[in-house]
């Protein structure tokens, strides 16, 4: 959704995709170029940052598990701060902000605040993994829906909430966003609801980057394989029967 901005300041919410320059929008290189300030994540964002002027002002905003970070209102309080003074505020966003990026919050401050706002959609690291690794996330016959969930809730445990019947479901392709350290948690529930252990499984770690991983697997191989790679970089989890066998690109 997006508003229609005004002559004062302004925010634009913008998906950083994955990592790889390559694959920001145009609309997004023309507001990072336009930006009188940056408020950035921290994955991958510093080569879309040589898009900003020599003059926008750029803050790291970014949020990482087991470190100091900003909280969400702090981040909210300085967008709109920003824009109050007359600026035109890019929030960088990795990979797609209306996939578990907390974009909902952002939205209701700007609105509160009174601040028009748009929204330039990114490429979501599940589709990016995808298309590095060659497959596809659906497969006539085999898997006509896809999902997408977090395997991490605010406290950085597996969300208590998650509806574990439909993550079974054999005939679904599952991705799940921030999920390496609780893995082993959601597999051990999806084999208690009747999910094979053998159903195919891979994680891709810096989808679209030059150090792009991946290993392919069973559920149980990856959970075990995860839990003994406590720092893995950011990555996606896919299992389900339309995810193909392959060879293990890295350990």
């Not at 087991?66 to 990795?94: D, F, I, T």
């Not at 392709?173 to 084999?191: D, H, P, S």
């Amino acid at each position: 959704m997006s508003e229609t901005p005004a002559k004062g300041g302004h925010i634009t919410m913008i998906g950083a995709g994955p990592g790889d320059p390559d694959l920001l929008t145009i609309r997004a290189v023309k507001r990072i170029e336009a930006a009188d300030v940056i408020l950035f994540d921290d994955l991958g964002a510093g080569p879309l940052l040589k898009h900003a002027s020599a003059q926008t002002e750029l803050i790291a905003v970014g949020k990482r598990a087991g470190r100091v970070s900003p909280r969400q209102s702090q981040v909210s309080r300085l967008m709109v701060a920003h824009a109050k003074m007359g600026q035109r505020v890019v929030r960088l966003k990795s990979g797609d902000p209306t996939i578990f990026g907390r974009l909902d919050e952002e939205i209701v401050a700007a609105r509160e605040a009174g601040i028009p706002f748009e929204i330039v959609p990114g490429v979501t690291a599940a589709t990016a993994a995808a298309a590095e690794l060659g497959f596809s996330l659906t497969k006539r016959g085999v898997a006509r829906r896809l999902q997408f969930v977090t395997g991490h809730d605010v406290d950085g445990q597996l969300p208590r909430d998650l509806d574990i019947a439909a993550l079974a479901d054999p005939g679904a392709t599952t991705c799940v966003f921030m999920g390496k350290a609780t893995f082993a948690l959601l597999v051990e529930a999806l084999i208690a609801r009747g999910l094979s252990p053998d159903t195919p499984c891979i994680v891709a770690t810096q989808a679209s980057l030059p150090d792009t991983q991946a290993r392919f697997g069973t559920l149980t191989e990856i959970a075990a394989y995860l839990g003994d790679r406590p720092q893995l970089g950011a990555s996606v989890i896919f299992y389900g029967a339309a995810i193909p066998d392959g060879p293990t690109v890295t350990d």
